[in-house]
């Protein structure tokens, strides 16, 4: 198994599946302060290892004319200012190699989007930056394939990494989520991450937009923590319906709360 390894003050492979929660997409500084705000005075009362999450550049998505965000410059130095703030680990996508250097001054943990998981290059260069690493398996790779994956960061001098399952490519504008899929990929010494919200996209579902199933977001969350994973990634928003982008698929900030602690209940129902 890859080494467990710490992000601030949070840990991967601890006794507690590590918690990754966060809007899509950074709006406006003002909500992104107010949502890490929220969600680091939840994770210290449930005591969960926390990392904040939040997008600079949604840059696979389905118009062109859709919501994008602030870029790396500006974003990656507002994460960091949150995470030095209220001393919480961060993380967000990357997509260039050029990205990796930029985010890698502010950011905790650099994150690889699935369209992106076999890039030889991009992974090079976020292995040399020394950050940690997650990288979101493809929708269209099987578990067993993140093998190759693996063995590029390995090679790449990288230990502190994890790979993310967040569902896979069913027919036209749907994902299934293969449970198997955690377990084959921690069999192969993986730490591995459940991407609950993405999992239960519609890619492209609503025409110009991706829709989602949001309300199942949970019940796969339950699923995947009873499999022992070693963290689950959820996006949150005060108010999905408005939210920016991905807004079927995120949960409500109203509602994290208890959905988390459902979650602890299964982590402890297992051990």
Avoid at 40 to 45: D, G, L, R
Avoid at 95 to 119: G, K, N, S, V
Avoid at 154 to 163: D, I, S
Wanted: proline share 5%; glycine share 10%.
């Amino acid at each position: 198994m890859t080494p467990a390894f710490t992000l601030k003050t949070a840990e991967i492979g601890g006794d507690l599946p590590l918690f990754i929660l966060g809007p899509c997409a950074i709006e406006t500084e003002d909500f992104t302060w107010m949502m890490a705000r929220e969600l680091k005075s939840i994770s210290e009362k449930l005591k969960i290892p926390f990392v904040f999450k939040a997008s600079f550049d949604k840059a696979n998505r389905t118009s062109v004319g859709s919501f994008r965000g602030p870029g790396p410059e500006e974003g990656c130095k507002l994460l960091g200012e949150i995470g030095k703030e209220l001393n919480v680990p961060v993380t967000t996508d990357i997509h260039t190699a050029e990205q990796a250097d930029i985010a890698a001054e502010h950011i905790d943990l650099l994150q690889i989007p699935a369209f992106l998981c076999r890039q030889t290059d991009l992974l090079e260069a976020c292995a040399k930056t020394g950050r940690a690493v997650n990288i979101k398996k493809g929708q269209f790779l099987a578990p067993w394939d993140m093998v190759n994956v693996a063995e590029k960061m390995q090679a790449f001098g990288c230990e502190k990494y994890a790979v993310t399952e967040r569902g896979t490519t069913f027919g036209y504008n749907n994902l299934v989520s293969d449970m198997r899929a955690l377990y084959w990929m921690r069999e192969h010494g993986m730490r591995v991450i459940f991407d609950a919200t993405h999992s239960v996209q519609r890619p492209g579902g609503l025409g110009g937009t991706t829709g989602g199933d949001g309300v199942l977001a949970p019940v796969l969350a339950r699923a995947a923590v009873a499999t022992g994973i070693d963290g689950l990634f959820m996006e949150v928003h005060k108010n999905p319906a408005e939210a920016y982008s991905d807004g079927p698929n995120q949960i409500p900030l109203a509602d994290i709360e208890g959905v988390l602690t459902q979650l602890l209940k299964v982590h402890a129902a297992i051990q």
